[in-house]
């Protein structure tokens, strides 16, 4: 059991924890006050607090208030001594819920619904409106380089794919896709589609242009015996270039060779921009109807995945990590209120009309933000719990 959870937590906390800290460093470097930076959700466990010469320090449990109930509080203090430190008042903490973090800065109207800000110069608002965007974007900043330093040393590390020369060899078979459905395999080596002689992925692209959804023969080789199989490609839409293509749902085998560094960063970026256009693909595909909300998952469809690719070793589990970055990053960045995009809209609306909405306007678009977040919440987490349960 702990085996399965600790991975999940491991990815989720990482991804989360490194957005966040983008926020607090991009605080840090423009003067903006940061309040809490705190690893996980909900009640404390322990804190460190900044002070002049030196740090406190407090220990939280249960324990019984002054009104003699049981509540949760700090059962231990002591302070840390550390002369001529000028102390930013910043509570570092470890909270219970294991679930990423958070970070909270002076004069910003945020998910915590805090209209405190009085304008002054530590304050966010008081930043110029370039300095607010770039502490807003920085923790989307902080997961594309995430995702793009994995990518480059796991390519580094393993070696880059380079599809096998001379033969279009099947790689993976995508599962109830139209090759899978035929009894096409891996190993197997496509030859021919009606006509046209396959020698490559790109043969066949060109052989299925226009086939969506049309009887076709395809024409393979396996274990030196040779099929003929009436297949319809399925339409998909490409991440990349957003095109609608027909496919038959398999790849080109691949065989892994040495990479230079430069090879590496040049693969990292890519596999970064394509980590990326999958997210496009799936809003694109829930626009359209192609897949359903039902389809969401959210963090316990992560910790299942989480689980499953640490037992497979860590190139496999680094991978899923930078993927979900990718993944916190775009989402982060729409312009939906209570996310970084709907703050950096807000503010640029501000910029264009050369005066910041009124407390009150915000505060509800805040909430209005608040409302459509917690129902996606709810659905994914739905989704999760029935398939947890079979459902």
């Not at 930013?88 to 002076?106: D, H, N, R």
């Not at 109830?176 to 043969?203: H, R, T, V």
């Not at 909430?367 to 989704?383: E, P, R, S």
Request: hydrophobic content about 45%; charged content about 20%.
């Amino acid at each position: 059991m702990i085996s399965s959870i600790l991975p999940a937590l491991l990815l989720i906390g990482a991804v989360v924890f490194i957005h966040e800290l983008g926020h607090y460093l991009a605080a840090r470097s423009i003067g903006v006050k940061v309040e809490k930076f705190s690893v996980c959700f909900g009640p404390r466990i322990f804190a460190f607090t900044s002070v002049k010469d030196g740090w406190d320090f407090k220990l939280f449990f249960y324990r019984k208030n002054e009104e003699g109930k049981i509540a949760w509080g700090p059962i231990f203090s002591k302070f840390f001594s550390q002369s001529g430190r000028k102390g930013s008042k910043t509570e570092y903490c470890l909270s219970l819920i294991p679930l990423g973090g958070y970070v909270k800065v002076a004069g910003m109207l945020d998910e915590s619904l805090d209209t405190k800000i009085s304008n002054k110069s530590y304050e966010l608002m008081s930043k110029s409106r370039p300095k607010q965007v770039w502490f807003m974007s920085a923790g989307v900043i902080m997961n594309a380089i995430l995702a793009f330093v994995i990518f480059t040393g796991l390519t580094l590390q393993n070696g880059k794919p380079v599809p096998v020369e001379g033969a279009m060899i099947v790689g993976d078979v995508m599962e109830d896709y139209p090759a899978s459905l035929a009894g096409i395999q891996k190993d197997d080596q496509i030859i021919a589609i009606e006509n046209f002689e396959i020698n490559s992925i790109q043969d066949m692209q060109n052989a299925l242009k226009g086939k969506m959804d049309q009887p076709i023969t395809v024409t393979y080789i396996r274990e030196s015996e040779t099929f003929n199989k009436v297949v319809r490609p399925k339409s998909h839409i490409d991440p990349q270039s957003g095109e609608t293509k027909a496919i038959l749902g398999i790849s080109q085998a691949v065989e892994i060779v040495p990479a230079s560094l430069y090879e590496s960063i040049q693969t990292g970026y890519e596999r970064t921009v394509f980590g990326f256009s999958l997210v496009t693909l799936s809003i694109k595909m829930l626009a359209s109807g192609e897949a359903s909300l039902k389809e969401l998952g959210g963090p316990l469809m992560i910790g299942g995945l989480a689980a499953e690719t640490a037992k497979q070793g860590w190139s496999p589990y680094l991978s899923l990590m930078a993927l979900i970055s990718c993944n916190l990053a775009f989402l982060n960045i729409l312009p939906i209120p209570g996310l970084d995009g709907g703050h950096i809209f807000i503010t640029t609306i501000e910029g264009i009309i050369r005066r910041p909405l009124s407390l009150k306007l915000r505060m509800a678009i805040q909430q209005f933000g608040m409302v459509l977040l917690l129902m996606l919440m709810a659905t994914v987490m739905i989704n999760d719990i029935g398939r947890l349960f079979g459902g």
